[in-house]
């Protein structure tokens, strides 16, 4: 067997920082088995640098910049403002098959692409260390060495063999849409109906729906993901919840079997039960599961499955409760999208009482009072 180097490199704009006591930079420890993280700043990075530009929104019949991508030094040239670098890379040593390795020394075709699919494999892992590096950079040293990436490749091999990915800025491509006489009069209502909301539903309301509006600005999956169930957990805190009777009675018949007893320290242990049933209240999924059945939109139940997934998910992510192979949990756009569909019909039925929400390319057969 033969050993290669694969590994993921971000690139950072310290915007505003310079060095004072040396031109560079130059740091490598070991993180984990068989992985090592790099940290080099000054002017020149050690790999070539790939810039690309691109509008964030893209209307197809109105045109618009899809994007150019500059690699080298021409990326350097086209950005002269770019004075300095901030360049952390993680690698990993991998072992491959001898005839593979050769063939990949050769630059054959087929061995470059398997290799970098191996890479890419490595990816989640070597993600993982370079968010750590970097969390440490700005959190110990300061925000502004990591606030600005420039770029994210993912490679394998080193010098004349090394080959990387590019990717450029992502667009997202909008509908091209006409507003019906319907919708100016559906919006002129909607506003209309704001006359008569106290402050504390208009407070409730701007709760949920400001961080839904965050969440359609995001366009980064991970970040998208929780956005997204941001406000709909908000949503799934005012949904009113059938007593829990046989949870109170139970909670009730251990109070007195305390007391009953006549210890001394009954009266410390019933008032922690009493705190403890208090703070005992339904969990998310048994509220979406109250606010679903209330609803009861088509395809309730998949509904109800899919949000029990994705609070398992969220959880994970925030609280670590659950872990896979890789120790991250992979947010996909299929789940965001999901998600986003899930979030919008149940906050909007939680807000007006129907899931009339706008027509989408994931929602076609919703009328909403526009036209392409």
Same mark, same amino acid.
């Given at each position: 067997?033969?050993?290669? %180097? ?51 929104? =893209? ?11 500059? /690699? ?18 993680? !690698? ?35 993600? !993982? ?8 950079? &700005? @959190? ?7 606030? =600005? ?5 993912? /490679?394998?091999?080193? &010098?004349?063999?090394? @080959? ?65 169930? !941001? ?7 005012? %949904? ?39 703070? #005992? ?9 109250? @606010? ?6 088509? &395809? ?6 899919? /949000?029990?997934? /994705? ?24 789940? %965001? ?9 149940? =906050?909007?039925? #939680?807000?007006? &009482? ?19």
């Amino acid at each position: 067997m033969a050993t290669e %180097v694969v590994g993921l490199r971000r690139l950072f704009h310290p915007r505003g920082i310079r060095l004072n006591a040396k031109e560079e930079v130059r740091c490598t420890s070991a993180a984990g088995a068989n992985t090592e993280i790099s940290l080099y700043i000054g002017t020149k990075s050690t790999m070539p640098v790939s810039l690309s530009t691109a509008e964030r929104y =893209i209307v197809p019949a109105e045109g618009g910049n899809l994007g150019t991508m500059s /690699f080298g030094d021409s990326a350097l040239a086209e950005s002269p403002h770019i004075s300095l670098f901030v360049e952390l890379i993680a !690698t990993q040593t991998i072992e491959i098959d001898d005839t593979l390795a050769t063939r990949f020394r050769e630059k054959d075709a087929n061995a470059q692409q398997k290799v970098m699919t191996l890479a890419e494999e490595a990816k989640p892992r070597l993600s !993982t260390v370079l968010d750590v590096g970097a969390g440490f950079l &700005g @959190l110990r040293v300061h925000r502004q060495l990591v606030l =600005i990436p420039l770029c994210e490749n993912t /490679f394998a091999g080193r &010098g004349e063999y090394q @080959l990387m990915t590019h990717a450029g800025d992502a667009s997202e491509v909008l509908e091209s849409l006409a507003l019906s006489e319907h919708a100016s009069r559906v919006m002129c209502g909607l506003l209309a109906c704001l006359k008569d909301a106290n402050d504390d539903l208009m407070s409730r309301a701007a709760n949920v729906l400001g961080w839904l509006s965050r969440a359609w600005r995001e366009h980064d999956n991970l970040s998208q993901f929780i956005a997204l169930f !941001t406000p709909l957990e908000a949503a799934l805190q005012g %949904v009113d919840m059938p007593t829990q009777t046989d949870t109170l009675q139970s909670i009730q018949r251990v109070t007195e079997l305390l007391e009953a007893m006549g210890d001394e320290e009954i009266p410390r242990l019933t008032r922690a039960l009493a705190k403890l049933s208090e703070r #005992a209240g339904p969990s998310l999924v048994h509220r979406f599961r109250v @606010l679903a059945d209330k609803a009861n939109l088509p &395809g309730k139940e998949h509904d109800i499955e899919a /949000f029990s997934k /994705f609070n398992a998910m969220r959880n994970a992510l925030l609280h670590r409760a659950a872990r896979t192979a890789t120790g991250r949990v992979q947010i996909t756009e299929a789940n %965001v999208r999901t998600l986003e569909d899930l979030a919008e019909r149940y =906050i909007c039925y #939680a807000l007006f &009482g129907d899931a009339q929400v706008y027509r989408s390319p994931w929602r076609p057969n919703i009328s909403d009072g526009l036209s392409k």
